[in-house]
Nanobody, 121 residues
Framework: QVQLVESGGGLVQPGGSLRLSCAAS????????MGWYRQVPGKERDLVASITRGGSTNLADSVKGRLTISRDNAKNTVYLQMNSLKPEDTALYYCNADIRRYLGGVSLEVWGQGTLVTVSS
C-alpha cells in the first residue's frame, strides 16, 4: 500500500503565501516524477507544477514567478511554495507521483486526497 498525504492548505489573503507539502509513505522502491494539480468545481484538474527525480521542473504559465516546486528525495516529499497568491488560485490542490514499489516493478500513478487553498480577503 502506498499513499500520498498533503498538508498546508488553508485560507490566505490575496498577496499572501502558503507552502503545501506532500509525503509519500508505504512500500516504495523509487519515485519518479512528482507534481501538483488543482481543480475547481465544474472544471478539469489542471497541472500546476511537476518535478523530476533529478530536479527538473515544469510550471504552468499562470503560476510562473509566483509558485515554486521542490522535493526532498530522502523524505519522499514534494513541496509547493506559493507566493503572491491571487483569488484565482483558489482550488483543491492534489499531489501526484509516479511510484515504483519494488525493483523491476511497474510504475504506478498515485494521487493524494487533496488540500483546499482559498485566497480571499
Amino acid at each position: 500500500q502506498v499513499q500520498l498525504v498533503e498538508s498546508g492548505g488553508g485560507l490566505v489573503q490575496p498577496g499572501g503565501s502558503l507552502r503545501l507539502s506532500c509525503a509519500a509513505s508505504g512500500s516504495i522502491f523509487s519515485i519518479n516524477d512528482m507534481g501538483w494539480y488543482r481543480q475547481v468545481p465544474g472544471k478539469e484538474r489542471d497541472l500546476v507544477a511537476s518535478i523530476t527525480r533529478g530536479g527538473s521542473t515544469n510550471l504552468a504559465d499562470s503560476v510562473k514567478g509566483r509558485l515554486t516546486i521542490s522535493r526532498d528525495n530522502a523524505k519522499n516529499t514534494v513541496y509547493l511554495q506559493m507566493n503572491s497568491l491571487k483569488p484565482e488560485d483558489t482550488a483543491l490542490y492534489y499531489c501526484n507521483a509516479d511510484i515504483r514499489r519494488y525493483l523491476g516493478g511497474v510504475s504506478l500513478e498515485v494521487w493524494g486526497q487533496g488540500t483546499l487553498v482559498t485566497v480571499s480577503s
